[in-house]
T-cell receptor, first 113, second 115 residues
């Protein structure tokens, strides 16, 4: 079945460094790729998303790139801050379904001051 | 905009009882809502897709008679965990899409503990 692989599972960086999280997906019909940030005990928050008709999207310190040919997409966070510490989930839309998303297993990002 | 609420935020119940969780879209109409289950330090597992005015679509392995879903209006979906057992203890999160598209906004979740 459809699958989304996410790496790494944990990531520790120093404040000010960049962080990169990568995901691959298997469903060639996927055309929407959101990223969510979840702090401990709280709801997942949408931080950025990208659709298949673009290769890159940027919002301040956050950027996402998409390579449809290779079926992978990445989240880039620059100038990391301690408040960026959280679990990040990537997701890919399930082709042929009404809005269903398949989530990666998450990356726990720790930003050390 | 795109605010989703969920009630209750946490519930403790005895084994064998039923628990109802409500999910509301506060400032938009949601034709489709989704119910997820999340175990500690794990990802979001889709349980079912709730469609207003029709039966929910359950993911493989999710018992529809165990997890009853009702989507009676464009702003409310409910999940009832029937005859709850300790293994049903988990974090249940709903989400809704304001445009029947892919963008999903999540509720704050309900932490269920079955004793």
């Amino acid at each position: 079945g459809e699958n989304v692989e996410q790496h790494p599972s944990t990531l520790s960086v120093q404040e000010g460094d960049s962080a990169v999280i990568k995901c691959t997906y298997s469903d060639s019909a996927s055309n929407y790729f959101p990223w969510y940030k979840q702090e401990l005990g709280k709801r997942p928050q949408l931080i950025i998303d990208i659709r298949s008709n673009v290769g890159e999207k940027k919002d301040q310190r956050i950027a996402v790139t998409l390579n449809k040919t290779a079926k992978h997409f990445s989240l880039h966070i620059t100038e990391t801050q301690p408040e960026d510490s959280a679990v990040y989930f990537c997701a890919a839309s399930k082709g042929g379904s009404q809005g269903n998303l398949i989530f990666g297993k998450g990356t726990k990002l720790s930003v050390k001051p | 905009g795109a605010v989703v609420s969920q009630h209750p935020s946490r519930v403790i119940c005895k084994s064998g009882t039923s628990v109802k969780i409500e999910c509301r879209s506060l400032d938009f109409q949601a034709t489709t809502m989704f119910w997820y289950r999340q175990f500690p330090k794990q990802s979001l597992m889709l349980m079912a897709t709730s469609n207003e005015g029709s039966k929910a679509t359950y993911e493989q392995g999710v018992e529809k008679d165990k997890f009853l879903i009702n989507h009676a209006s464009l702003t409310l979906s409910t999940l009832t965990v029937t005859s709850a057992h300790p293994e049903d203890s988990s974090f249940y999160i709903c989400s809704a899409s304001p445009n029947s598209g892919e963008t999903q906004y999540f509720g704050p979740g309900t932490r269920l503990l079955v004793l």
